[in-house]
């Protein structure tokens, strides 16, 4: 498989090369968190040629025997040398009992410098500060942006590179197929085995059918406004009994398993935040089609969960936008930094161009206002608002 540098990964990691905190790597399974570690570890042995690098991986089993916390302490402990920089790496962190004892105690020594990866649904950020009463940060890993699939391919043709992204998605395992049939199998196989396996495990899901069913009214109405409720009366009408609570549990389930995002409405007028109509983006817009294939296939929408997932990596906190009565698909917020952005597919109509301008010519503040579309243009001005083509935007550092 060719290996790239995911650069903002590991420019995050070296910032935190030896500081105290334990490093958290989480995010979706086959997202590349065990590669990354791999790449990391390469760098630290290429800077520092006595650093002394402690490996448990525990998806070998030459590290069966040590899968319980006293024997993993132990085993980190004896390799332990003084006067040099000890890292230790643990790889699938949960298949060890009680692992965060282990963790805890290691991190109390101040001998080592420690970083560990886990299970999307048994490694939770909302369970972080209860396992480890240390210092932790989190780095979340996620599949391949835009900008990192065309390094993997060396496209030079841009636009014929987005339209495969949108297809094919960013899980970079299924890269190695040739065939759209042998990728989706790929990706379907994720959600199906591995994610929806351990998320059902992990919560003590019986119910696979409603799951199953959440799952694909999510993956259908991504980048839509939704609640709980709509849910249920949908899966009702389908001859599924469930209640709107237990729905909501089944995506609180999801989205701590890193597969979707909910994004909160924010009142642009109010300057407040609404508790009613969420939105849920995807992960990997991959997930979608292998699921649906192209039934439905609403390209707005899955551009505006693209520029969503690239809104995160870029550390934005998302928001969606509503002032009276329309909405604007994202309020981003990073520090002091404000951006007010919509997304659409084809804006060269006339009246599509103006039904997305339209919102953003009614915020009276400031802050910078764009329009994200596949233009397959140079990015352009109208009346102070930005209009980028969403391939070279995705690009754009």
């Not at 630290?44 to 089993?61: M, T, Y």
């Not at 983006?281 to 693209?306: S, T």
């Amino acid at each position: 498989m060719k290996i790239i540098e995911r650069k903002k990964y590991l420019d995050e990691l070296l910032s935190l090369k030896n500081k105290p905190d334990i490093k958290i790597i989480t995010g979706v399974r086959r997202a590349g968190k065990s590669m990354l570690l791999s790449e990391y570890i390469k760098i630290l042995k290429r800077n520092e040629e006595d650093a002394n690098i402690i490996l448990v991986d525990f998806n070998r089993i030459v590290f069966d025997e040590i899968k319980e916390y006293k024997k993993l302490n132990a085993h980190i402990r004896e390799r332990f040398i003084p006067n040099v920089n000890n890292y230790v790496f643990i790889d699938e962190v949960q298949m060890c009992e009680k692992f965060e004892l282990a963790v805890n105690d290691l991190y109390e020594s101040k001998e080592f410098d420690i970083y560990i990866t886990g299970s999307n649904a048994f490694l939770l950020s909302s369970d972080l500060a209860t396992l480890f009463t240390g210092r932790y940060f989190e780095i979340e890993v996620l599949p391949f942006s835009f900008s990192e699939y065309c390094e993997y391919y060396g496209y030079n043709n841009i636009s014929d590179a987005f339209d495969k992204y949108t297809i094919e998605g960013g899980f970079a395992g299924s890269y190695l197929y040739d065939t759209e049939k042998q990728k989706s199998d790929y990706i379907t196989n994720i959600l199906d085995v591995v994610i929806l396996k351990d998320i059902m495990k992990r919560n003590g899901v019986t119910d696979k059918v409603a799951m199953e069913n959440i799952v694909a009214f999510l993956l259908d109405n991504i980048s839509n406004l939704t609640t709980p409720s709509k849910i249920t009366n949908k899966l009702k009408d389908d001859g599924i009994a469930i209640d709107h609570k237990t729905v909501g549990n089944y995506i609180s389930y999801l989205c701590e398993g890193f597969v979707f995002y909910k994004v909160k409405r924010f009142d642009i007028r109010g300057n407040g935040y609404l508790k009613t109509n969420e939105k849920y983006y995807l992960v990997d817009q991959g997930f979608r089609f292998a699921k649906l294939g192209k039934r439905y296939f609403d390209y707005g929408r899955l551009y505006e969960n693209i520029v969503a997932l690239e809104l995160m990596r870029r550390g934005y906190d998302i928001y969606v936008g509503k002032l009276y009565q329309k909405e604007i698909d994202f309020v981003a917020i990073r520090g002091t930094e404000k951006i007010y952005i919509q997304v659409s597919d084809n804006i060269s109509r006339e009246e599509t161009l103006e039904r997305e301008l339209t919102p953003l010519r009614k915020i009276n503040d400031a802050y910078p206002k764009i329009l994200i579309a596949n233009t397959r243009h140079e990015d352009y001005d109208i009346g102070g608002i930005k209009v980028f083509d969403i391939s070279k935007w995705l690009l754009d550092k």
